[in-house]
């Protein structure tokens, strides 16, 4: 449950990386607006935006996989165990 735990703390880094960058974006690089969309024209492509934009990508990614990798532990967690040579009438489980 340790390594659970250690997850969960992982995932919430993760999407807190991705929602302050999709929301720091949002404001710097594409701002709402006529005047945003002019302003998007030049901003997206500078240095900071790029920086920005590829956090957001990839803390999108490490989130999902962080997801994907818990799900897959407690569906591993939730199949029963068996030692060698145990099987469910030696274990008297059903």
Known sequence: MQALGRLALSTMIAYTA??????????????DGIFGFVQGLV?????IC???YGV?????VTYSSFILFGLGS??????PRFKKGETQETTGTT
Do not use: F, W
Request: net charge negative.
């Open 74 to 79: 407690l569906m591993i967690e939730a199949l």
């Open 50 to 52: 790029q920086a920005v």
């Open 56 to 60: 957001m990508t990839h803390s999108q």
């Open 18 to 31: 991705h929602y302050g960058s999709t929301k720091l974006y949002s404001e710097i690089c594409i701002p």
């Open 43 to 47: 901003a997206t492509g500078s240095p």
